[in-house]
């Protein structure tokens, strides 16, 4: 750890701006780990909460791979280990963050990186596969899990299975057994046909949604929406049976049919921590319980070899470079891949 004390950090400014500065190395409290940060991934969450701009000072960055550098007095013993390989994610922009060298995170919710996995793949095992799990088993309620499949091949939409979100929903999905019917651009076809769906279909086609009625045969009851606006609300609910069904959001939204359940839930509900961005918020020992619970079945999955990274691009400049990789972001050039920081590669 650095002698002063201070740590380079992404710092978001009182109009939404981003600095690189010299910020206090956050102390873990007595249920935290310390983490030394190797890469960060980004999120659209981090623009998000730069023109939400409520936390002047906060550092930005929600998604971490890093090694544990030091472990709290109540951390159990043997769950932790000094050096060991961790990815996992805060609430960023909202105290510390992960645009930074160090980060503390609960002990319990995090998910250890196999030797297989770089750690530019691992920043990814954050925010997005945790949003999928939400959605596919919290906003959903009755679908198998990937550990326990079933032989029955339920028909399941993925919509947007290039986002993050959705390549990972694609993959729990099947692995729990489901037939997975995914969209994306046709550019994207290859990568989403990689991590397991079984048909796909072009999200810009205006004949998708009867497609997939087709192919399901009007039978679909089941949908993740991984971009979850006006539109897209509207297209998936088109694509459901006429009987109805549920849809998990990532975003809050309705349906334009009374008989489609839409479900937003926020992934944050898990660490089982308050928060009140930008919703007030209270979390229960069911929600700490849920989080650690699927922290250690996706942990499971990946140290089995079930689940594949999507694809990443690593940015120059290490924090650095967080700015660009906003704009970029902020432009709609994010395709089917994850960006992601070198803290190493940092350049002041
Ligand atoms: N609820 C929560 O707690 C939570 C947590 C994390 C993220 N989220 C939200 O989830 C959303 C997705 O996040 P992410 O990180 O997965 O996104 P991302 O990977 O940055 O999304 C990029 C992808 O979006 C696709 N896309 C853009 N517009 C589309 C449209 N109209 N229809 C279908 N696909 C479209 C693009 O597909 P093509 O390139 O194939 O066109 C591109 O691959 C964001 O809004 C984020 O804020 C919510």
Redesign the pocket.
Known sequence: MSSSGLQKAVVIGLKGDISLQRTPIPEPGPDDILVKIVTAAQ???DW?AMQRGKVAGAILGCDFAGTVHCIGSAVPEGQRTIGERVAGFVLGADGPGTFAEYVAVPAHFIVPIPQSWSFEDASQLG??PF?AL??LYESIVGLPLPTNPTTDAIPILI??A??????FAVQFAKLAGLRVIA???R??FGLVKSIGADEIFD??DPEMARQIKDTTRGRLEFAVD????E??LRLVSDALSDDGGQVAA??PGVSTRANVKVT?????EWIGKDYDLPWEFRATSDHRERGERFANMFSDLIAQGKIKPGPVRVLPNGLAGVADGIQY?LD?K?????LVYCIADTVE
């Open positions: 999120n659209p969450s998000m925010l997005t949003t939400q959605a919509y947007g290039s986002t993050s979100v959705g390549i969209t994306a651009s550019a994207n999200y810009k991984c971009i979850a606006n539109q897209t990532v975003l937003f839930n926020l992934i944050y972001m709609g994010v395709s089917g891949q994850k």
